[in-house]
């Protein structure tokens, strides 16, 4: 079931939101605050965020230029406004879409579908993916740099589309395991540490100083586009 991931304040338009949302099939988490949405999109992984411009604490401005920063989820933004210049600057910020209140049940229903669709043929085209001086061609399972083209195996290729989807995220091992490998091979955290290497030698200038897959002790890896 897809998430849909709502920041408004207002109590009655946040549950008219969430019951039309429930109503088309998606499972809906609702916030009050900027600080909460914030937290909630890098915690609860939505597909999709509605978020409202004015809200108690932060702006919804301002929530939407940081969640940008770390992830490529679909950010529709609500407003009471309708100027032209708030329409511009939200797009600066990074909104995909911007509906002015009041709306209608469909034209929001219509947006969501529409974002939601966009994304995930975005995610599917996402072929060829840009790391520091590297293009990582997922699907032909080649990374180049420079004059140089190396090959990714399989589990290379899975391991590097797990952290991409979470980049500037740290990733446990346990879960690069349950991911890449599932119940495959009896791997080991061993083999995650392995493979990291491999992909290392592969996308850093210098396998031993990494710039790009970084080490979070304790807790496993993070990807640094
Ligand atoms: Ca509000």
């Not at 890098?42 to 929530?63: A, F, K, Q, T």
């Not at 091979?185 to 396998?207: G, Q």
Request: proline share 4%; aromatic share 8%; glycine share 6%.
């Amino acid at each position: 079931m897809q998430k849909i991931l709502v920041i408004e304040d207002e109590k009655e338009m946040a549950r008219g939101l969430k019951d039309i949302l429930e109503y088309d099939g998606y499972e809906v988490v609702t916030v009050e605050t900027g600080k909460e949405g914030i937290q909630a999109a890098s915690r609860r992984e939505p597909d999709c965020i509605i978020l409202d411009l004015m809200l108690p604490d932060i702006s919804g401005y301002e929530v939407c230029e940081q969640i940008r920063r770390k992830h490529r989820i679909p950010i529709l933004m609500l407003t009471a406004k309708s100027q032209d210049h708030d329409k511009i600057r939200g797009f600066k910020v990074g909104a995909d879409d911007y509906l002015t209140k009041p709306f209608s049940v469909g034209e929001l229903s219509a947006r969501v579908m529409a974002l939601l669709r966009r994304h995930g043929q975005y995610a599917q085209e996402m072929d060829l993916i840009r790391i520091g001086p590297n293009t990582v061609d997922v699907k032909h399972f080649i990374i180049l740099r420079g004059e140089k083209e190396y090959s990714m195996s399989h589990y290379e290729v899975e391991l590097f589309k797990l952290l991409y989807s979470h980049a500037n995220q740290p990733v446990t091992r346990d879960e690069i395991l349950d991911k890449v490998w599932g119940t495959d091979n009896f791997p080991t955290n061993r083999t995650v540490d392995n493979f990291i290497v491999k992909l290392r030698k592969k996308l850093e200038e210098d396998y031993r100083n990494p710039r790009h897959i970084l080490t979070i002790y304790g807790i496993g890896y993070k990807l640094s586009p």
